[in-house]
């Protein structure tokens, strides 16, 4: 929850900067006002309910598991997180430079796109890199975290339609005009290539790097219990598929 906060709140704070702190949000007020209540809030509570480390067999028959946590120091927690929050303002400077940069380039129309397209488009990178991020945290996966995964991000783009439907019928005045937003942001390349893939995929390939050479190089006792099942499930689905255990 904290680092979805500080991700999305970076970004914020970073334009205050490049908009020489005029109080101008990036971001459509609706936006604002629903990241925690319908992007992001739900499929951080599935992974808290439904995450776990190894099976309850495998903690049970190693309990040297439960050292991780009990023999962890101050240091340590603040340490990792550190890491986070390291991690976290990489991913906001991904969302908003990557999105700058590509909104400052003319179309073949010679028109940039407005200040509430561009913000429509960090903000759903900012969303689908805490969401992808979530998703390469989890292990445990069942049908209530693919379901609440895929809801997050798909719901989003329900949103911008719903949303722009909304200001053609009812003008908001003072309001950033988001009439009509979905069709506008579906159409437009730059926000598919940086908000969906480019902003998100830059953001979280150090991530990827750097939890993959850890688990290799340096594994934790629960890392390498996690590879055993893997490789226990994987030989059990193969005698499955190939009839062995018949």
Not at 28 to 43: D, K, M
Not at 188 to 207: C, E, H, K, Q, R
Request: charged share 10%; hydrophobic share 50%.
């Amino acid at each position: 929850s904290f680092y979805k906060n500080w991700v999305f709140n970076l970004t914020m704070l970073i334009y205050a900067f490049y908009s020489a702190f005029s109080a101008q949000p990036p971001y459509a007020s609706g936006l604002i006002a629903t990241i925690n209540l319908l992007f992001s809030s739900y499929v951080i509570v599935a992974y808290a309910v439904t995450e776990q480390d190894v099976a309850p067999a495998t903690a049970l028959a190693y309990p040297r598991l439960y050292g991780e946590t009990r023999c962890s120091t101050r240091n340590g927690f603040f340490l990792r997180m550190a890491r986070y929050y390291l991690q976290a303002s990489w991913h906001a400077c991904a969302a908003f430079f990557v999105v700058l940069y590509t909104s400052s380039t003319p179309a073949n129309d010679g028109i940039c796109p407005t200040l509430w397209e561009a913000g429509a488009t960090m903000f759903t990178a900012v969303i689908v890199t805490i969401n992808a991020k979530l998703a390469m945290a989890t292990r445990y996966w069942t049908w209530i975290n693919h379901l609440l995964t895929w809801l997050s991000v798909a719901s989003l783009f329900l949103f911008y339609y719903l949303y722009g439907l909304v200001f053609l019928a009812y003008p908001i005045q003072g309001a950033a005009n988001m009439a009509d937003a979905g069709v506008t942001l579906f159409s437009s390349p730059n926000f598919w290539l940086a908000g969906v893939l480019a902003a998100p995929g830059i953001a979280l390939t150090p991530d990827f790097a750097i939890d993959v050479f850890s688990r290799l190089l340096a594994p934790t006792p629960a890392q390498v219990l996690q590879e055993a099942e893997q490789r226990s499930e994987l030989r059990a689905a193969a005698v499955r598929a190939l009839g062995l255990g018949v």
